[in-house]
């Protein structure tokens, strides 16, 4: 398998909160989220439980070729949570979480997993694209985005709202997220299919997906087309422009783009 990276942070000056991993057979894209600010809750920050999450999943998958992606995301979980439980109020509903996306090729399949808003598009050789997505969050974020939207960023009742927001997480008729309890991990959209039925594969932060589901620059099969001619750069690149042009506040951009993928023997 050939994997293909490009991340672009928010703005200059601040930390990345996405994370992109790969190890031969597997390929694993974090989403951190959090609230500015809260280091009363937890002293680390969001980019710190991205990247350990990210880094603790590698490992797991690179190793554990019989266990579901939904059990080692689980253990992920667990082992991140166990590194700050003692010095971080890590049950706080505002306390660091990530949305998740892993891509494994075992036994000739290819197995994926989606946790939370990230997106992961599967380029099918006789088919049109498969698209991997959890849309619970956003549902519940829609309901929310006009109140935040007429509040001045970083303003108390900016934060309110996202407090409130948030405490939808991990909870039933609210959105599921990697955070402190592993039993999320149940939560996942998981799935898997022939190497062999699939020309590429890409993940995707919701920062760089904006391409399709926020600006409608494109549709999935023209991503997939400039992905295969010109990269994931030129993906970012443009919605960097979009974001410009509709006064929108850039977000963090992440994009792994996957091929050769019937390759890859584990």
Same mark, same amino acid.
């Given at each position: 398998?050939?994997?293909?990276?490009?991340?672009?942070?928010?703005?200059?000056?601040?930390?990345?909160?996405?994370?992109?991993?790969?190890?031969?057979?597997?390929?694993?894209?974090?989403?951190?989220?959090g609230?500015?600010?809260?280091?009363?809750?937890?002293?680390?920050?969001?980019?710190?439980?991205?990247?350990?999450?990210?880094?603790?999943?590698?490992?797991?998958?690179?190793?554990?070729?019989?266990?579901?992606?939904?059990?080692?995301?689980?253990?992920?979980?667990?082992?991140?949570?166990?590194?700050h439980?003692?010095?971080?109020?890590?049950?706080?509903?505002?306390?660091?979480?990530?949305?998740?996306?892993i891509?494994?090729?075992?036994?000739?399949?290819?197995e994926h997993?989606?946790?939370?808003?990230?997106?992961?598009?599967l380029?099918?050789?006789?088919? /049109?694209? #498969?698209?991997? *997505?959890? +849309?619970? !969050?956003v549902?519940?974020?829609?309901s929310?985005?006009? =109140?935040?939207? @007429?509040?001045?960023?970083?303003?108390?009742?900016?934060?309110?709202?996202?407090?409130?927001?948030?405490?939808?997480?991990?909870?039933?008729?609210?959105?599921?997220?990697a955070?402190?309890?592993?039993?999320?991990?149940?939560?996942?959209?998981?799935?898997?299919?022939?190497?062999?039925?699939?020309?590429?594969?890409v993940?995707?932060?919701?920062?760089?997906?904006?391409?399709?589901?926020?600006?409608?620059l494109?549709?999935?099969?023209?991503?997939? /087309?400039v #992905?295969?001619? *010109?990269? +994931?750069? !030129?993906?970012?690149?443009?919605?960097?422009?979009?974001? =410009?042009?509709? @006064?929108?506040?850039?977000?963090?951009?992440?994009?792994?783009?996957?091929?050769?993928?019937?390759?890859s023997?584990?």
């Amino acid at each position: 398998m050939q994997v293909t990276m490009t991340t672009a942070v928010a703005r200059t000056g601040r930390v990345n909160e996405d994370f992109a991993g790969a190890v031969p057979t597997a390929v694993v894209l974090i989403d951190g989220a959090g609230i500015p600010g809260t280091e009363s809750i937890c002293r680390h920050g969001v980019a710190w439980y991205a990247h350990r999450l990210g880094g603790s999943l590698l490992g797991l998958v690179s190793l554990a070729r019989d266990a579901s992606l939904a059990t080692l995301l689980a253990e992920a979980i667990e082992q991140v949570t166990d590194e700050h439980r003692d010095t971080c109020d890590v049950a706080n509903p505002i306390s660091p979480s990530a949305t998740v996306a892993i891509l494994r090729v075992v036994g000739g399949r290819v197995e994926h997993l989606v946790l939370g808003d990230s997106v992961l598009v599967l380029d099918r050789t006789d088919r /049109t694209p #498969l698209v991997i *997505s959890d +849309p619970r !969050e956003v549902v519940v974020s829609r309901s929310y985005q006009s =109140a935040i939207e @007429a509040t001045v960023e970083g303003s108390a009742e900016h934060h309110r709202l996202l407090r409130e927001l948030r405490a939808n997480r991990n909870q039933p008729g609210g959105f599921w997220v990697a955070k402190d309890d592993p039993r999320a991990a149940e939560e996942a959209i998981t799935g898997g299919c022939p190497a062999a039925e699939l020309t590429s594969a890409v993940l995707l932060s919701n920062g760089a997906s904006r391409i399709v589901d926020r600006f409608a620059l494109a549709d999935w099969p023209e991503v997939l /087309t400039v #992905l295969a001619s *010109s990269g +994931p750069a !030129e993906i970012i690149r443009r919605v960097r422009q979009a974001e =410009a042009r509709h @006064a929108v506040t850039a977000d963090d951009a992440t994009i792994a783009y996957c091929t050769d993928l019937a390759v890859s023997q584990w």
